[in-house]
């Protein structure tokens, strides 16, 4: 289903609520406010697989703009509103994009962007006035409220961050049906049965919606009928406050943010009531056993966790009941079926760890305009399982665990140590806030271990403390992963999803790209 469906059914229903300020947009109003913006895109000469573009904040238009995509065949590319202007320029080029909906909060990236645009003739300003752009609602409202005569489903087109190199669109062929056709499957189908989400359904999204996840998962509300609760960002405090505030009953975090949440004191940790929720996922990072055991010991069995990615060429499982028997794991494919193999491509047995594929019964996905790195996704002997570039390894009962990603493993006397497993050792340490590992070079072991650390409130990052930490260290992992230099930051790069931009802080230290 999607907002039309709902709009007939339930009109003055609350499709989106701004946390922040209370701002509603009803399935109604929703409903009609995309098929004006689909109706304007048409008007300009938009068909079935053109591209358009989004860069803007948290806004109550968001979903306009996207559900106006997929309810006319269109691609959208939604663009990290950090980015730089070269850098969101970059991706509204390689995207195709011809049409780009903006707000005035972006002006300082919007203004630049018209010199550094090869190929965007419509551009689209809400909420005030940008030189070279169009009043939103000037050019939009006067547009039918009524559908198209036609409704092709569009695609979300959203680029990968990766580790090195230009970022890449992920591509997956339009499905030729409507959007209205019963056969649809999106996220709504997991959310439904693996949460058990619904029309009465309160979603908490506080995370960035240029991000895959925060985009689709909340999207799929919309095609269950439920209510989207926006935060503008994630702070620890204010979630709580909005979670007792709008009663949400479900919620997706990263591990970051639990971290955060749990290093407030009890007294503000323990201010709001919680207890509306039923559900709680999270992904996008690994998450370190003992934080997520304290949250199970908080908030109930009711946190869950998936592995996927942008590419969606895969996804697995687990409820918290399982993770209590399978500790660490990201658990068991409900998409794709996992293996893991070598470097060669062979299959390792359960307890090695190796690079994961996913398979599935043809490559979901391609890289747009790339079809190298495409290829480069794919396994050596079988084309249809594709890597995401993590590793890992399965039990035997056929749970999956992440080690790290391959980027990022290091090599240091031959022996390969995994970032992630020391990362997961600093952060629970009370003076901690953050922490980044990994390898530089060394001329005698090949690479060393080393640390970056954001210290916690009121914690000095100073000798005393590297030395605190490094005698912690030795205490819960081999000796020889414990790293030999440990730096401090004020704050350390990682985006507001939760992924940490470690080649960033590599190459303070070295030119290599890591």
Known sequence: ????????????????????????????????????????????GLDVGDHVAILAENHAMYFVVYWAAMRSGLYLTAVNRYLSPEEAAYIIDDSGSRSLVTTAAMADTAEPLLGLMHDCPNRLVLDGAISGYLDYHGEVDAQPTAKLDDEPLGAIMLYSSGTTGQPKGVKRPLSGTMVDDPSNTGIATFERFLLGMDESTIYLSPAPLYHAAPLAWSAGIHELGGTLVVMDRFEPIVYLRDVERYRATHSQLVPTMFVRMLKLSDEERLAHDVSSLEKVVHAAAPCPVKVKHRMIDWWGPIVTEYYAGTEGNGLTFISAEEWLEHPGSVGKAVLGTVHICDE???????????????????????????????????????????????????????????????????????????????????????????????????????????????????????????????????????????????????????????????????????????
Do not use: C
């Open 344 to 514: 060669e491509g062979e299959e390792l047995p359960p307890g090695e760890a190796g690079t994961i594929y996913f398979e599935q019964e043809t490559m979901p996905f391609e890289y747009h305009g790339d079809p190298e790195k495409t290829r480069a996704a794919q396994h050596p002997h079988h084309p249809n399982w594709s890597a995401l570039g993590d590793v890992g390894y399965v039990d035997e009962d056929g749970y999956l665990y992440l080690t790290d990603r391959k980027a990022f493993m290091i090599i240091s006397g031959g022996v390969n140590i995994y970032p992630q497993e020391i990362e997961d050792a600093l952060v629970v340490h009370e003076s901690v806030a953050d922490a980044a590992v990994f390898g530089l070079p060394d001329p005698e072991m090949g690479e060393f271990v080393q640390a970056v650390v954001q210290p916690a409130p009121g914690a000095t990052g100073n000798d005393e403390l590297a030395a605190e930490l490094r005698t912690y260290l030795r205490e819960h992992i081999a000796h020889y992963k414990v790293p030999r230099q440990i730096d401090f930051r004020a704050e350390l790069p990682r985006h507001p999803t939760g992924k940490l931009y470690k080649r960033l802080l590599r190459g303070e230290y070295t030119a290599t790209d890591g």
């Open 1 to 44: 289903m999607y907002p039309g469906t709902h709009a007939a059914t339930t009109p003055d229903k609350p499709a989106i609520i701004m946390a922040a300020t209370g701002e509603t947009i009803s399935y109604a109003e929703l409903d009609a406010q995309s098929n004006q913006l689909a109706h304007y895109w048409r008007s300009i």
